[in-house]
Nanobody, 125 residues
Framework: QVSLVESGGGLVQAGGSLRLSCAAS??????????MGWFRQAPGKEREFVGA????????TYGDSVKGRFTISRDNAKNTMYLQMNSLKPEDTAVYYC????????????????WGQGTQVTVSS
C-alpha cells in the first residue's frame, strides 16, 4: 500500500555529514496512524534500528548508536522523512532503509510492513 524511496546516500569522509530522504507515496500517513522508521544493515551484520517517527504525533525515538549525531525530521506536505547524519563514523557504513507500519508503536522495532530498497552510505576513515 505504501511505496517508499530512499535517496541521499553516498561516500563521505569520517566526520562528514549526509542527509537521507525517504519519500512515501500511495496510502500514507494522513490516511491512518503510521510509524515511519529508519534501519540500517552493514555487510555481515544484522539489521539495526536507527530511529523512527510517529507521523501524526511527531514523536521521535533513536537507537543508542546514533543518538546525538543523527536527527529525524519530516515534511508533511511532501510525505517525506529525513535523516540528517552528522559526525559520521566508518561504523555507520551500511545500507539505510526506511520502513512503515500501522499504529502508534514507536518504541517497538517490530511490525514494520513496508520497506524501501535502501540507499548506500559509505564512510571512509
Amino acid at each position: 500500500q505504501v511505496s517508499l524511496v530512499e535517496s541521499g546516500g553516498g561516500l563521505v569522509q569520517a566526520g562528514g555529514s549526509l542527509r537521507l530522504s525517504c519519500a512515501a507515496s500511495g496510502r500514507t500517513f494522513s490516511d491512518y496512524a503510521m510509524v515511519m522508521g529508519w534501519f540500517r544493515q552493514a555487510p555481515g551484520k544484522e539489521r539495526e534500528f536507527v530511529g523512527a517517527i510517529s507521523w501524526s504525533r511527531g514523536s521521535i525515538t533513536y537507537g543508542d548508536s546514533v543518538k546525538g549525531r543523527f536527527t529525524i525530521s519530516r515534511d508533511n506536505a511532501k510525505n517525506t522523512m529525513y535523516l540528517q547524519m552528522n559526525s559520521l563514523k566508518p561504523e555507520d557504513t551500511a545500507v539505510y532503509y526506511c520502513a512503515t507500519k500501522r499504529g502508534f508503536g514507536l518504541y517497538d522495532v517490530n511490525g514494520y510492513e513496508n520497506w524501501g530498497q535502501g540507499t548506500q552510505v559509505t564512510v571512509s576513515s
